[in-house]
């Protein structure tokens, strides 16, 4: 008996979100239609169409909107935090996104995340389930539930780029940068007419220009505008490490065709 008390122990998963920053919007909505205050389990469960506080759905979205910060909790009831009525009820410029972008780092687990992958390509989905479980002891039934909730908290709320978490400095611009990526390999698709064309060409007035020696003697150039920003160079530095390998993927295929 003891023994099976101990591996029950060791199943238990530390704090995370079960649920997304997304869904947890919506339960914070729904919360506030049933007066915003001190709302019953069984109020919230209603509008919700569900009939046990013991459902899982409940449940995910009821801790999870407590580890973003967005309601506390009593006995059988629920209640919005200052800031989940600042969200829901916006002052000024600030739009929903920027204000939940506020809570993405309140879990102690996503906090870590951020740290680690900040500026790094975010693992597929099934690569961070097994981090998460061999490095953070999420166990493994929860495991799936746990990276999926936090790409699609972090996609949704636009701190992907290109497969890339970026925080901090590009976060008010990410959206606009954020483009599918296969949207982005035809972008950079090469075709023998405009990719391949052998004239010799000077580098544009008032750049940066930036040589890669080849093997054979020649180069490889980059020109950077000379009125360039730093937002701009940060966006260049993560743009190269995701898309460049697969432009010279692009380029071999090409040059094979010929």
Known sequence: MAQELKQT???KSPLYPAATIEECYEFIKTIDSLGGKVVSYSSILEAMGLTSQYTKSFL???????????????????QLTDMAKKILYPIGNDSVVELLRECIDKPPLYAKLIERFNGKAIPQKAQLSNILMNEYRIIKNSKDNAAECFVNSVEHLGFIVNGVLCMESMED????????????????ALSNNNVLAKEKTEPPVGTYNFEIPT???????IHIPEDVTEKDLDYIDLYVKNMLSVFIQNLKDELKKQ
């Not at 995910?60 to 629920?78: D, I, P, Y």
């Not at 296969?182 to 950079?188: F, L, P, T």
């Open 9 to 11: 122990k060791r199943e």
């Open 60 to 78: 995910n979205r009821v801790g999870a909107s407590k580890q973003f910060g967005l309601v506390t909790t009593g006995s059988s009831t629920a």
């Open 173 to 188: 611009d990410v959206t606009e940068w954020s483009v599918s990526a296969e949207a982005e390999k035809q972008q950079i």
């Open 215 to 221: 093997l054979s003697g020649k180069s490889a150039k």
